[in-house]
């Protein structure tokens, strides 16, 4: 069993927490990777999401060897028998935390900003990670918890080893784990994506939780997508005047919490673009991770959302653009060149265009295909689809830039290109 990221992660683990939706929650992140899960926890909960800082104390020979953690507030964990295991010195134990507490304290300082730590006191905490493998993290931000008033602390995560209760019982009230497979070498191995978190995503993710409304106008209204008998959630957002539509599609159905995609959603509704992100699967079907590769019927959801926005006020009008990433955008391309589809513009960012490969003599929707230069396998791939392709058609390889344009400022270019190419070919209402 694998998840696609940790959005998807984080949905799957929020279904096992809905039972304490009705009590006083705060979900609290471990930074980096564990804050992305988090955020879609407190999402789907609608509680207060914060972040809780702590540093494994790694072996200085073997730094990806836990001897133990700290926390905020003082707190420290030492494994002696590492310790001792390692031939770790006191004089080694103590550089290594002075690093870490460093390191703890301008991480507290980042990620808050101006904003307090959240009260916990006589609160449910609810500490998500995006997995447990030694625990030592996860048992000091468990201390923390309960050092700062919790009166409930819940240890979340979406993959732990099977023996994961009886290291971590002593610390946490309740553990919740989506998989706890038998046969566990690394967190990651059980994700299709596990890239690095930068800080600039965790920052986001606590911006956009912060916020008095969890959807403000700048993030649009949720809304309910109809599309072939289901209904699929999705965000909406409308300038006023609206130039065009731009409908987004993710293959693994992430796209209405995807911060890469809320991030070109941003820049595309600066350009006067209303945007609609909607996940493209149910939760359920996300689980069969066949069906992300699955294009005709990712395809025919988008036929019938497109549809669905030709029944709607105020969009009806707008001529439609479609943003693909991942398998979405041989998606959006298969939707293009769907008879009645209509659509104006196609851009691709990080796709997998050839996974259309045979209906895309028939796109006639003029088409930007982007891809990170340092992304060599799916960049050879979007080559081939871009001679397949008879329409007006371009390639914009992004310098530096890998799969997920993580790289700073890769993003921001990637948005600026679709912005250009749906300003210059949708139409605004007559």
């Not at 595309?268 to 699955?294: K, M, Q, S, Y």
Request: aromatic residues 4%; charged residues 25%.
């Amino acid at each position: 069993m694998t998840f696609a990221n940790r959005a998807e992660a984080g949905r799957r683990l929020a279904a096992r927490l809905r039972h304490l939706g009705e009590s006083d929650v705060v979900v609290l992140g471990l930074p980096r990777g564990g804050v992305p899960v988090a955020a879609e926890v407190a999402a789907a909960l609608q509680t207060p999401l914060d972040v809780i800082v702590v540093r494994k104390l790694g072996v200085p020979a073997q730094p990806e060897l836990g001897m133990g953690a700290i926390g905020e507030d003082g707190v420290r964990i030492v494994n002696r028998g590492i310790v001792a295991q390692a031939g770790v010195s006191d004089t080694e134990l103590a550089e290594v935390e002075r690093r870490e507490r460093a390191e703890l304290e301008r991480r507290a300082r980042r990620f808050r900003m101006e904003r307090p730590r959240l009260d916990l006191a006589g609160r449910v905490a609810i500490i998500v990670d995006d997995g447990i493998a030694t625990g030592s993290t996860a048992r000091a931000a468990c201390q923390v918890a309960r050092a700062q008033g919790a009166a409930r602390v819940v240890l979340a995560v979406p993959i732990a080893p099977a023996d994961w209760t009886a290291r971590m019982g002593d610390v946490a009230d309740e553990l919740v784990a989506v998989e706890t497979p038998r046969t566990f070498w690394a967190i990651g191995q059980f994700y299709d994506d596990f890239t690095q978190t930068s800080d600039g995503e965790v920052l986001r993710c606590l911006e956009r939780a912060s916020r008095p409304e969890r959807r403000s106008a700048a993030d649009g209204t949720e809304t309910v997508v109809q599309s072939g008998g289901l209904s699929l959630a999705g965000v909406l957002t409308v300038p006023d005047p609206a130039a065009g539509l731009v409908v987004f599609a993710h293959g693994s159905g992430s796209s209405r919490h995807s911060p890469r995609n809320r991030h070109v959603a941003h820049v595309l509704n600066g350009a006067g673009l209303a945007t609609l992100l909607f996940d493209l699967l149910t939760p359920d079907e996300e689980h069969d991770r066949a069906n992300v590769f699955d294009i005709e019927l990712l395809a025919r959801r988008l036929v019938g959302t497109i549809r669905w926005t030709r029944t709607r006020p105020g969009l009806s009008s707008l001529s439609l653009g479609l943003f693909g990433a991942s398998t979405g955008a041989a998606a959006a391309l298969w939707a293009a060149a769907t008879p009645g589809a209509d659509v104006a513009a196609v851009v691709s960012r990080g796709g997998r265009p050839d996974l259309a490969m045979a209906v895309l003599p028939a796109v006639t929707a003029p088409t930007l295909l982007i891809v990170g230069g340092r992304d060599e396998q799916v960049l050879e791939l979007n080559r081939r689809a871009l001679a397949a392709l008879g329409c007006e058609r371009r390639l914009e390889v992004i310098p530096g830039a890998t799969h997920l344009f993580e790289e700073p400022g890769t993003l921001d270019r990637a948005a600026g290109l679709a912005s250009g190419w749906f300003s210059a070919h949708l139409q605004p209402p007559g």
